[in-house]
């Protein structure tokens, strides 16, 4: 290496040693100085570890090329290939094995001196050195020498020694080789494969070639031009590495015909590549004049049918260091790490951080892998300020059937935990819009119907100028106040907030009582007093503040509605509306934001924002003329479908408006689930065909079958249908004959069944069931079954032995399983089956395909064939 750059070994069974070769061969010792401070003379390899020089070598001059021996015994043995052709064995230190001593310094002469390429020593069989030599027209250029030879040569030829230092003992020298190959051609890369010690990769001239040392007269090889530097991967002994200028080729050694990957051609020469001995499939790459070494992880995807297919490549670059870097080495033990030297003989100790890879599941669980190790992260079960992402929140909802009560729909809410008043409100409203509907429909068909889904924006327009207003006696005041007349519209309306029940009765009475019962006494004491029932609200208070549950504020609270009086300029007054801002419960300052406000202004009522929207607006259907409502209506809606607020369904209704809503909805939260049972309740068909509302729909489906909830997955289809006929898939698949190609099944439910039942023939009562065993079209028998041997059409439950498959399968309890029982199933390779419930039985214990002349491991193509439905697993 006189004259070059230095190469860097690593030692190969002292992990704390490397050596460093150019000119002369120096040892060095590595140490941590993570807890203690750099020695003098040490040298600085990186933030944790330093190099102490041990010893010096300068014996061995005109080096091109240096192997470490890769014996335990003696531990700095190396042999040293020169440029005059010959290997010297020398070693760094003092060897106290005696055993051992004689080999220091012994020299391997070839016949013609020429220089020295390569050096490999066989893992195997430890004494055997194989060195690769420059080409002369009558020698060869691979030798392959036994280092415990004891020949002695006579004669010593001067040509052999014109380039050696000092006097040399004949008896160190050997001359004959154990083995000589590739004659007239030149050796420019050496590797032992490790399948087979007497197997020996050479990179010739020309040519890659695989010598065989049992056959010495026949080699296998193929011409390439990617000749230097060939390397076996250590974990795949078929995969070789090998380069050419600036391109990296990857060959199969099972296929040797041509390389199986050509990496990136970089745009300088190459000078060193090597594969990572602790990373399956990890090589990196070195270019002249350049700080960055280039990394490409192989991965291999298993392919069980046998297709060909190119391993995925990711490339990755590092850069140690900021000088152009001479060479680099992998430690042998240590994960990812290496040492760079560059030109000047700076040292570095680096390591190269693997990729993290992040996979968040289904089920919200994040776990990552970095190099061997895989982490996972989980949330503390007993933290519970943290709010639960929707994810697992739709998941939990789908565990208890959530969206699909139709006939309560209201009841859809308590599913989701009755823990959202948003939730609450659109499914109260859904329940109203549907009961309502159904009400209208009864009594006259195709009427009003529709406009109850269309929301009280479209009732509300629907009856501009037809109200008047009329004065109204106060329930135990002496006053009277204006209140809108209520035509059908208005009542309507009023039904769909909950405030009266159907029919033409107006009495709030009803609600009042429910509130009551659920314990919302100041909600109830609005509602009475916005009725004009002062004294009602006044009972209610009290007893919300006797019942132990309520606030005993609200007695305060009564005694000052008791005082109300009409007087504008009462101290009253004066006192409430300067008060009431300080009250905590939105609906007592609503009550008498009502009772100070002048007449026909009511914003203090209208606009209090943590007030239900539903309690707003039949406020509004009371008080407001048909020109106010509408104005307030249009604002309000406006305002919901910005915030995505799930109460603004009462006004916009399952209409466009509302799905602009939704989308608002979505946008906030991700809850596709509530946004797809909602536009499938009662959205017209132009509304369903909306991409936002399919792509819902879609979305949701996806994830159930992410979590494995196949079965909620196929309700929710189910339900999708009856609410939604047109988006009932028609058949996609469907078994049909080898010979006329027509559909069995369809066949089947098309032809009549020609011939008498069992009843004529005497057998009343007995059960009977469908048996096709050959087309109806062709009439050739269907193909039988691989375990029952019997025709497939025939029920599973009349072949022989059947009821000993159907006790292990289990499936004969359900009905339905029981008819999956006598399906056709057959694996899509070897194209072999038999009926649904004898296959289950089969590979509940085995791989391999039934019939005995198929190897084919059909269970094993199926990557979902061990998964179980996960609706029964509890979060």
């Known amino acids: 290496m006189s004259g070059s750059k230095p190469d860097i070994l690593w030692a190969p069974h002292q992990v704390d040693r490397f050596v460093v070769c150019d000119s002369e061969l120096s040892l060095y010792h590595v140490e941590s100085t993570v807890n203690s401070e750099l020695k003098a003379g040490s040298l600085r390899l990186s933030e944790d570890s330093a190099a102490t020089l041990l010893s010096i070598n300068s014996e061995t001059p005109y080096m091109k090329?240096?192997?470490?021996?890769?014996?335990?015994?003696?531990?700095?043995?190396?042999?040293?290939?020169?440029?005059?052709?010959?290997?010297?064995?020398?070693?760094?230190?003092?060897?106290?094995?005696?055993?051992?001593?004689?080999?220091?310094?012994?020299?391997?002469?070839?016949?013609?001196?020429?220089?020295?390429?390569?050096?490999?020593?066989?893992?195997?069989?430890?004494?055997?050195?194989?060195a690769g030599l420059d080409k002369h027209r009558a020698d060869f250029s691979v030798l392959i020498w036994d280092i415990c030879s004891k020949y002695t040569p006579d004669i010593v030829p001067m040509e052999k020694v014109r380039l050696s230092v000092g006097e040399t003992e004949t008896s160190l020298l050997v001359t004959k080789p154990l083995y000589e190959l590739g004659q007239n051609d030149a050796c420019l890369s050496l590797c032992w494969l490790p399948r087979d010690q007497k197997l020996l990769l050479a990179g010739m001239?020309?040519?890659?070639?695989?010598?065989?040392?049992r056959n010495t007269s026949q080699k296998m090889f193929v011409n390439t031009k990617a000749v230097q530097g060939v390397t076996v991967d250590p974990y795949f002994h078929d995969r070789v590495a090998s380069f050419y200028e600036g391109q990296v080729a990857i060959w199969d050694l099972r296929k040797f015909e041509k390389p199986v990957l050509t990496l990136t051609e970089q745009p300088k020469p190459l000078t060193k590549v090597a594969w990572c001995p602790t990373r399956t499939g990890l090589l990196a790459t070195l270019t002249r004049d350049s700080n960055i070494i280039r990394l490409y992880d192989m991965q291999h995807t298993p392919t069980p049918i046998g297709d060909e297919t190119e391993p995925t490549i990711i490339e990755r670059s590092v850069q140690p260091c900021d000088n152009y870097i001479a060479s680099f080495a992998w430690h042998p033990t240590s994960q990812n790490r290496m040492i760079v030297v560059t030109p000047n003989r700076t040292m570095s100790d680096f390591t190269v951080f693997e990729r993290i890879s992040l996979a968040w599941s289904p089920i919200t669980s994040l776990m990552w892998a970095c190099g061997r190790h895989l982490y996972e992260c989980a949330e503390e079960e007993n933290d519970n300020s943290l709010e639960k992402d929707i994810a697992t929140k739709m998941r939990l909802r789908a565990l208890s059937r959530y969206g699909l009560d139709t006939e309560q729909v209201w009841r859809n809410h308590i599913l989701a935990g009755n823990e959202d008043p948003q939730l609450k409100s659109l499914w109260y409203t859904l329940h109203f819009m549907k009961q309502y509907t159904e009400d209208m429909d009864q009594k006259s068909p195709g009427n009003k119907g529709s406009l109850v889904y269309a929301g009280i924006k479209s009732i509300v327009k629907s009856s501009l100028g037809m109200v008047e207003s009329s004065r109204h006696n106060w329930s135990g005041l002496d006053k009277q106040s204006d209140i809108q007349n209520l035509n059908e519209e208005r009542i309507l309306a009023l039904q769909l907030c909950g405030w009266i029940k159907k029919g033409t009765d107006v009495d709030v009475g009803p609600f009042l009582n429910s509130l009551v019962q659920e314990g919302e006494w100041e909600r109830a004491a609005a509602v009475a007093l916005f009725n004009l029932d002062i004294r009602r609200a006044i009972q209610i208070l009290n007893e919300g503040a006797s019942s132990g549950k309520g606030d005993l504020n609200l007695n305060v609270v009564a005694m000052a509605l008791s005082g109300y009086t009409d007087e504008k300029n009462s101290l009253w007054r004066e006192m409430c509306s300067t008060l009431r801002l300080q009250l905590n419960n939105p609906y007592l300052c609503i009550m008498f934001a009502f009772l100070t406000s002048e007449a026909g202004s009511y914003d203090g009522v209208l606009y209090e924002n943590k007030v239900a929207v539903r309690d707003r607006v039949a406020f509004a259907c009371k008080f407001l003329s048909d020109s106010q409502l509408n104005r307030y209506i249009e604002k309000l809606t406006n305002e919901m479908k910005e915030a995505g607020n799930l109460e603004g369904i009462l006004l916009t209704g399952l209409t466009k408006d509302g799905v602009d809503l939704m989308e608002s909805y979505v946008d906030r939260t991700g809850d596709v689930q509530t946004a797809s049972y909602c536009m499938l309740q009662g959205s017209p068909l132009d509304v369903l065909k909306d991409e936002r509302v399919q792509y819902w729909i879609e979305n949701y489906r996806n994830l159930l079958d992410a979590w494995r909830f196949w079965h909620k997955r196929a309700e929710f289809d189910i339900h999708r249908s009856k609410l939604d006929p047109s988006s009932k898939p028609l058949a996609q698949v469907f078994v049909s004959c080898n010979f006329c190609g027509k559909s069995i099944s369809y066949s089947c439910s098309t032809v009549p069944h020609q011939g008498r039942g069992f009843s004529q023939y005497g057998v009343s009562g007995s059960p009977t069931k469908s048996k096709v065993t050959s087309c109806p079209g062709c009439r050739k028998p269907l193909p039988r079954c691989a375990l029952c041997l019997i025709n497939m059409g025939t029920p599973v439950s009349s072949c022989p032995g059947g009821s000993k498959s159907d006790e292990k399968v289990d499936l004969s309890k359900d009905k339905k399983l029981a008819q999956f029982n006598n399906w056709f199933t057959w694996c899509h390779n070897c194209r072999h089956g038999g009926h649904a419930g004898h296959m289950l039985s089969w590979f509940r214990d085995h791989a391999e395909c039934p019939v005995s002349a198929c190897t084919c491991k059909c269970m094993q193509l199926d990557t979902t064939g061990n998964l179980v439905p996960a609706e029964t697993v509890q979060p």
């Not at 051992?100 to 390429?117: S, T, Y």
């Not at 001239?205 to 040392?213: E, G, Q, S, W, Y």
């Open 65 to 130: 090329c240096v192997a470490w021996y890769l014996s335990y015994d003696p531990e700095c043995l190396l042999a040293v290939g020169q440029a005059n052709g010959r290997v010297v064995l020398t070693s760094l230190g003092q060897d106290h094995n005696s055993k051992f001593r004689d080999l220091i310094g012994k020299e391997f002469v070839p016949k013609h001196a020429r220089q020295c390429n390569t050096l490999a020593w066989n893992p195997v069989d430890n004494n055997w050195l194989a």
């Open 205 to 213: 001239h020309r040519n890659l070639a695989i010598f065989d040392l």
